[in-house]
């Protein structure tokens, strides 16, 4: 019997998220991420409905909603980079806390004193608190976790709470508490000052209840505070001053952070532009309102489908690759808004801008999350912050003006006059600008540079992984089961006419290892997960990468899945120290099949096994199942158990139809499975 695992994306991606909020820590967190957004999005709409009660003439109260989100935006432009260096050089549990108070005590102070000038300041401190607690927050979850790849997961479920649940659930709250004086019959401006209060309070109430959660309910938020305090002891922790300084120094001189950086200039000044020029693009399209909303719901529409895709898009592209190419195709597509002559192809093309921006966004966290270091984390989530505010506010602030320069030109061409808005020019600079950084970006942070940049955007665009080479990993619970299977494998791979490399195996390259560190004397299971790391590193360069920029096909017995699960079952060492050493050793690079043979552990005895290893060969195996079932897509599980011939059997026929879909790959009718 085989099981191939395919098309199981829904199951995968359910596994994912229970898997990420079974972690205790991290529901709570998330639990508190929907009380502090429900908290943002309130105070927008109830300080922009109190703002109208306080201000008595017509123009100030028009520009309420303004004024409300420039004394939110402001903070960020300064505050930020304070908010990294504290969240990297204090308790970030008691950073959080603390903010939270003092956003809670300014809301409710805001409805106590009951004036404009005061909700104004109130507000820009509360955006000060913001932040602080932003970053505190953002560089602590993937320290929640228990697995590097547990990061892009959490990171959805964060997105879907600040900018899908919380949305909803703040606008209804406001409109429950606002329509009070309906729902009474009452109809008088005393009774709406005084529900529009209520509203604030309530907005406050909320963030000192996230307080209270952070400080009695998730005191993991403080696991890295043991190091902090040790580097304090041993005089070895930099100023405030040291630390910034350090902090742009880093993102300088990482072509990781780098590249990343820049990528989000482009991607943030492209969406300035969107925004700044979004209603008179509307018009330009002959449309008017509703035009503008079908717009909006494009563009919202495709940034929900970027971001629920990007595990997908992940699996065929590093994320240092996707990152550039997903701004690339995004500045791309703002070229085909701007030359859009109807409303159909603007929607479509604004779509995928949303979709592009989606991914690179969420691509972008998941970097961060888990290949910034601990330590520079919360300056690089600052930094971030920072330039999100800062180019985000000058793009939407200078495409108005632009257009206005520009205005409406008559073109002829081949004799006939036609019309431009001056927002054509304006969106299509933005595309050029965003293109030409997420190109820059890609280049600072691609790590395989001998590979031509237009197979990665067609696989992208395409949604599926590049026609050439692929790599298959055959893991399994016994070193003698993988390496039968994987001869067989590659013999029945190259009957189809394609070119197959069957590499080393790394256990039986330790002893070359060996040979060449003869002074060491070897022993503890982390001095072997060093020397597994340090020959897998090897085969990988030396056969794996070249085979595949040839175009082959990598067949490889246990790459990282059995040595991560002997590992992990041995005890002594954490799965998140073993994975975090595989992805170093192996450059991030996965699989893009892995043959799972599932074999009854029980026989082991039989063969003279003693009881522990009976044990440990059950845990290697349930820890492997796992492995599959939280990524199916990927996964081909086949019945071990049996005669060579048999497994040999099953393997072929999962493996082969499976192949040739992916890369159209002739393949022989194969005999039914014993």
């Not at 970053?135 to 997961?153: F, G, I």
């Not at 696991?223 to 070895?236: L, P």
């Not at 690339?328 to 859009?340: K, N, Q």
Request: aromatic fraction near 6%.
């Amino acid at each position: 019997m085989s099981t191939i695992q395919d098309g199981g994306t829904a199951a995968s991606t359910s596994h994912r998220i229970r898997s990420v909020l079974a972690i205790r820590p991290f529901r709570r967190l998330w639990g508190v991420t929907y009380l502090c957004s429900v908290g943002d999005w309130l105070s927008l709409l109830a300080l922009t409905g109190l703002v109208t009660k306080l201000m008595d003439s017509y123009q100030w109260q028009s520009f309420s909603l303004s004024l409300v989100v420039l004394t939110q935006l402001l903070p960020g432009i300064l505050f930020a980079p304070l908010g990294g260096v504290l969240a990297d050089r204090f308790d970030r549990r008691k950073i959080m806390v603390v903010c939270d108070l003092l956003r809670g005590g300014l809301f409710i102070s805001i409805a106590l004193v009951g004036t404009a000038w005061w909700l104004f300041i109130a507000n820009f401190l509360v955006g000060c608190c913001a932040m602080l607690w932003i970053p505190a927050k953002d560089s602590a979850v993937p320290n929640l976790l228990r697995r590097p790849d547990q990061v892009e997961t959490a990171n959805q479920l964060g997105l879907v709470m600040t900018y899908g649940i919380s949305v909803i659930s703040g606008a209804g709250l406001y409109s429950i508490i606002s329509g009070i004086p309906g729902y009474l019959g009452l109809q008088n401006s005393n009774l709406e000052f005084r529900i529009a209060t209520i509203a604030v309070m309530v907005n406050g109430a909320l963030y000192v209840t996230s307080a209270i959660i952070v400080a009695t309910r998730i005191p993991e938020l403080s696991g890295r505070i043991a190091a902090v305090k040790r580097t304090r002891e041993n005089g070895e922790a930099p100023g405030f001053f040291a630390m910034l300084r350090d902090g742009m120094r880093y993102a300088a001189r990482t072509p990781l952070v780098r590249g990343l950086v820049i990528g989000m200039i482009g991607a943030f000044a492209a969406a300035g532009a969107v925004i700044g020029t979004a209603t008179p693009y509307s018009q330009s399209l002959l449309g008017g309102d509703s035009t503008f909303g079908l717009l909006f719901v494009a563009v919202f529409a495709g940034l929900a489908l970027g971001m629920a895709t990007a595990p997908r898009m992940a699996r065929r592209l590093p994320y240092d690759r996707l990152f550039g190419l997903t701004i690339l195709v995004a500045g791309l597509s703002l070229l085909v808004v701007s030359f859009a002559p109807h409303l159909w192809v603007a929607l479509v093309a604004v779509a995928f801008v949303g979709a592009s921006a989606g991914m690179a966004f969420l691509t972008g966290l998941t970097i961060v999350g888990s290949q910034v270091e601990d330590a520079m984390r919360g300056r690089t989530v600052a930094l971030l912050q920072s330039l999100l505010k800062v180019v985000l506010f000058a793009s939407s602030a200078a495409a108005p003006l632009l257009v206005t320069v520009v205005q409406k030109r008559t073109v002829t061409i081949f004799d006939h006059p036609m019309q431009v808005d001056g927002t054509r020019p304006v969106l299509f600079g933005a595309g050029v600008i965003a293109a030409l950084l997420g190109l820059i970006a890609y280049r600072q942070m691609d790590n395989r540079r001998s590979e031509p940049i237009l197979s990665d955007l067609l696989a992208v665009l395409r949604g599926r992984a590049r026609t050439g080479g692929l790599l298959i990993a055959v893991e399994g619970d016994t070193r003698q089961d993988t390496s039968v299977q994987a001869r067989r494998l590659s013999e029945a791979l190259r009957e189809t006419g394609r070119e197959v490399v069957l590499a080393s195996d790394p256990d039986l390259d330790e002893q070359r290892l060996r040979n060449l560190l003869t002074t060491a004397d070897l022993a503890g299971v982390r001095a072997h997960a060093l020397v597994a790391a340090a020959v897998r590193a090897d085969v990988v360069e030396r056969e794996v990468r070249p085979a595949l920029d040839n175009g082959a096909l990598v067949v490889m017995e246990r790459y990282v899945d059995s040595p991560l699960a002997h590992f992990s079952a041995a005890g002594s060492v954490e799965p998140r120290e073993v994975e975090g050493l595989v992805d170093w050793a192996t450059g991030r690079l996965r699989p893009d099949m892995t043959v799972l043979l599932d074999r009854t552990p029980s026989q082991v005895r039989a063969s003279g096994g003693t009881l522990d290893t009976v044990e440990h060969h059950w845990r290697v195996q349930k820890l492997l199942t796992d492995m599959a079932s939280a990524d199916p897509e990927r996964y081909v599980v086949v019945d071990a158990d049996g005669t060579e011939d048999e497994v040999a059997e099953r393997v072929r026929t999962a493996v082969l139809p499976l192949l040739a879909r992916r890369t159209r790959m002739p393949v022989k009718p194969v005999a039914e499975t014993p």
